[in-house]
């Protein structure tokens, strides 16, 4: 046969090519898909917090009722515009959400954008280093529960992973505050750093990060305070999604186990260690990548609390001071901000998931 032959034996008919089904949409095409949903997902967020918050009546007299006279507080009302229709101020708010103005806060009369960047910051650093810990803890301890599969270690594991997904956030912290800070005199009891620490970063430029200041001090005191702040606050967070990871390599590693290649590694006398580092470590990621935008807003869910039990001057603990006095624009306006992180971290993970797996498209 000549090279032509051989090229028309192989290639189908035109009329077979054209019904040849397609294996899934192009990476653009899902991209822009997934940064579309974006838009719904946030309105449809930002409209429950709206009217949930409209439920208690205007936020003028929700948080300064009984403490102005009636015709104050009705001029109040009326300037801010709560004596309109509800509709017509959920319009007025969403075109201030989509240009960046959340509202001014009722009880301290500060723009909540203001709140946001100034407390921000230390949440989005609570976050980052409790993320840090539940890499660190809960994919080792997956792959070795994967490794002693039925045996002692996992069981011992699965345990460990289930105590900690479901100890409450506070009640953790309060117990490592007792034993660690209380008891042993090992970390701080609560807040970022220790007062002079704060004073010295604040004169030297103050980004909000006080982990990244400390370091541009140049300062080892400043540094080792600012971590010794953080260990218990990000321990207690980080153990919370820690459970979840582990679970999470157990399982699909011990998937990837039955998979032809590591069969055929196996029959080659791998060791099973090693089957793991190098055969089913790396497809046993690409779950845990997908669901970090989900454990995002669960560790934002779980910061709020674990502010408030540690001090710890953020987002959370913001948030449950604004709710003791009932400054609902306050609490809109974070809770607004939470929703529109997490619809786009969980687009930038989405984003990754593409790259790193072929199979995930639309």
């Known amino acids: 046969m000549t090279t032509s032959e051989v090229a028309a034996v192989e290639e189908p008919p035109p009329f077979l090519a054209r019904r040849r089904p397609r294996s899934g949409g192009t ?4 991209l822009l898909v997934r940064a579309l949903l974006i ?12 009217f949930l918050i409209r439920l208690t009546g205007d936020p003028i007299t929700a948080a300064l009722g009984g403490r102005l006279p009636a015709d104050q507080l009705q001029e109040r009302i009326h300037e801010a515009g709560y004596d309109r229709p ?12 989509f240009t960046g103005n959340f509202g001014t806060t009722i009880t301290d009369n500060r723009l909540v954008t203001d709140v946001l960047v100034t407390y921000g910051t230390a949440t989005l650093e609570l976050v980052v280093y409790a993320l840090l810990i539940a890499f660190i803890v809960g994919i080792p301890l ?10 002692a270690p996992d069981a011992a594991l699965r345990v460990s992973a289930i105590l900690f997904y479901a100890t409450p956030v506070f009640f953790a912290g309060l117990l490592a505050k007792l034993v660690f800070s209380v008891w042993l005199g090992w970390f701080p009891v609560s807040g970022r750093a220790d007062v002079r620490t704060e004073i010295a970063l604040s004169r030297e430029g103050n980004t909000g990060f006080y982990l990244i200041d400390a370091i541009a001090s140049g300062n080892p005191a400043y ?7 953080a260990v218990l ?20 590693v011990i998937s990837t186990f039955n998979m032809p290649y590591v069969d055929a590694a196996r029959s080659r006398g791998i060791s099973e260690y090693r089957l793991v580092r190098k055969h089913a470590y790396k497809p046993a990621l690409i779950p845990i990548i997908t669901v970090i935008g989900l454990q995002i807003a669960l560790l934002l869910g779980g910061a709020v609390l674990t502010e408030t039990t540690f001090e710890w001057q953020g987002l959370g603990f913001q948030l449950t001071k604004y709710l003791a006095a009932r400054d609902f624009v306050a609490v809109q306006g974070i809770v607004a901000l939470i929703a529109i992180l997490v619809a786009l971290t969980n687009f930038v993970v989405d984003v990754i998931a593409a790259f790193l797996d072929p199979r995930v498209r639309y």
Do not use: C
């Open 27 to 30: 990476l653009g095409r899902y």
């Open 39 to 50: 838009i719904p997902t946030v309105l449809i967020l930002v409209t429950l917090v709206f």
């Open 86 to 97: 509800v509709i017509v101020q959920y319009f007025e708010y969403l075109g201030q959400v």
């Open 142 to 151: 997956g792959m070795i529960a994967a490794a002693k599969r039925d045996h």
């Open 223 to 229: 540094v080792q305070d600012v971590l010794s702040h």
């Open 233 to 252: 606050p990000a321990m207690v967070l980080g153990l919370l999604t820690a459970g979840i990871f582990l679970r999470l390599v157990r399982t699909n």
